[in-house]
């Protein structure tokens, strides 16, 4: 099988992979809910989705630092990446041992054609189509519920000390886009840090539950720059996590909508 990955690196493989490791949390997810559970022989220590799963299967490093010997141990047939969560140096180390598959994503159209693909890749082609059309139906549904509403300039943080956002070409950003909110540091590229004062240009400021643990505590730190009735919670994986954890993603929003901006009007 001829396979081209998402950033149109070329590989064959030879039979569909009965051995796999996946190296970023959300595609783990993703592997699980497609039924390939019992193929995972290799995970990181931040695939905590589902809970148990870091019991089952071995362990091999994390996002950017992995044990190359305990992977190649492993014998796996397929390894999967991200060209955000990984590192090049990574991918180059680990091709010698297998191919290696990087996923590239920043919207929901590049995350349905990832599950495309692991569905083709695995075997698990009806799967993933009935995934694939789940997703999209939340996808309608929740640009009905957004559509009249009244767009609001945003500020979503991943870190403190130093204090960074979300900026734009982000698969964040493209989220918050579905959510008719406006990045008002969209014209900064990835994840930069930034000039507190500028979230005076906020309607609301978005502190995120990873990767760093946002708390009720850090509202008050930012409280000094904009109202604290302005600042909110929010649950980071259904803005930051692709694949199958698009399938709940659009009920959260919703729900969150309806309980934090229960005023926000067309």
């Excluded at 019991?55 to 014998?75: C, F, H, R, Y």
Aim: hydrophobic share 40%.
């Amino acid at each position: 099988m001829q396979v081209q990955d998402q950033l149109g690196r070329n590989f064959q493989l030879k039979e569909t992979p009965k051995r796999i490791i996946s190296l970023v949390p959300s595609q783990t997810e993703l592997l699980v809910d497609l039924g390939l559970r019992e193929q995972l022989v290799g995970i990181t220590k931040f695939c905590v989705h589902p809970v148990e799963l870091r019991k089952e299967v071995e362990i091999v490093g994390g996002t950017k630092e992995v044990k190359l010997e305990k992977i190649a141990q492993l014998q796996p047939d397929l390894i999967l990446c991200n060209k955000e969560e990984n590192t090049f140096d990574m991918v180059t180390q680990l091709e010698p041992i297998a191919p290696v598959h990087v996923s590239n994503i920043s919207t929901i159209e590049e995350s349905l054609v990832l599950i495309k693909q692991y569905g083709e890749i695995f075997s698990v082609e009806e799967k993933a189509k009935t995934l694939i059309a789940k997703i999209q139906a939340g996808l309608k549904d929740f640009q009905e519920f957004v559509r009249d509403k009244k767009p609001l300039k945003v500020a979503y943080f991943i870190w403190r000390k130093p204090w960074m956002v979300a900026g734009g070409d982000t698969f964040i950003d493209h989220l918050l886009q579905q959510n008719h909110f406006e990045n008002i540091f969209a014209e900064i590229p990835r994840y930069p840090e930034v000039d507190l004062h500028r979230l005076a240009e906020a309607d609301l400021v978005l502190l995120s539950s990873e990767p760093f643990p946002f708390q009720e505590k850090h509202i008050e730190e930012l409280s000094k720059f904009i109202e604290p009735e302005k600042i909110k919670l929010i649950d980071g994986e259904f803005f930051s996590w692709y694949g199958s954890r698009l399938a709940k993603a659009f009920s959260y929003f919703k729900k969150w909508h309806r309980a934090e901006l229960p005023l926000r009007k067309g």
